[in-house]
């Protein structure tokens, strides 16, 4: 068998995060029980999607790079959230969407992705990208029973308004430096809009990735279940 990559566990890698994230002063002071336990919650979540990256192999070019995005982006949730950029985190948040929708198209064409790349005029829009992830064979038989992609497309429309202020209640109104800071309730909303898009991604990543999936190690596919509701581990367990 190869030889595993070294990740850390989760508890270990929290802990080094936040000893990080004290000695550059984004969490300092006594931060609550209740806070602690959020940031927990929200890295096991960004965890699990960085995790992909470091085990999914043979990707083609035109899939792996999403991949790789995809854990960036999950990378600098914490810190941002923490920090009191509630628009930058419902941005990324996004993003992940983005990118999960991007690997799912790209990894399928790779003569559109080498035209993205040679060609400015050319352009898939969101749009597209949805209705393919909508249609792919891969998930016509799970979707009847968690209908993760239908979830993505809702949270999507759900972050473009508050990235964008379509509503009153999106629009920060910030007027001073001091004024950006971070406020608990604010800060666990996003935590529960995070864990539901890790949710969906996870799950579509192990549907389409079916095969290498249940390959991984059993510590590393408790760390992706983890992030899904009892139904969607149902329908994966039900898979063909």
Request: aromatic share 10%.
């Amino acid at each position: 068998m190869a030889k595993r990559p070294t990740v850390s566990s989760i508890s270990q890698d929290f802990d080094a995060v936040v000893d990080f994230f004290r000695s550059v002063r984004i969490l300092s002071g006594n931060p609550t029980a209740s806070l602690i336990a959020s940031a927990r919650r929200l890295h096991k979540a960004t965890y699990s999607l960085v995790l992909w990256r470091f085990r999914l192999k043979g990707l083609n070019v035109c899939g792996k790079v999403f991949i790789q995005e995809l854990a960036s982006d999950a990378l600098q949730i914490l810190p941002q959230a923490l920090m009191g950029y509630s628009k930058s985190t419902k941005l990324l948040n996004r993003s992940l969407i983005e990118n999960l929708l991007r690997h799912l198209y790209f990894a399928d064409h790779p003569v559109e992705f080498q035209r993205m790349h040679g060609d400015k005029r050319f352009y898939i829009p969101v749009s597209a990208l949805k209705e393919y992830a909508l249609t792919h064979p891969a998930f016509w038989e799970t979707e009847r029973k968690f209908d993760a992609v239908n979830k993505l497309i809702g949270l999507y429309s759900e972050l473009s308004a508050g990235v964008h202020g379509s509503r009153v209640h999106d629009l920060e109104m910030r007027i001073a430096l001091k004024k950006i800071s971070l406020k608990e309730n604010t800060f666990n909303s996003q935590v529960k809009l995070v864990q539901q898009t890790v949710e969906s991604i996870n799950f579509l990543l192990a549907v389409y990735h079916n095969a290498q999936f249940r390959k991984l190690f059993l510590e590393d596919r408790r760390v992706i279940l983890r992030t899904m509701v009892p139904k969607a581990r149902q329908a994966l367990m039900e898979l063909n």
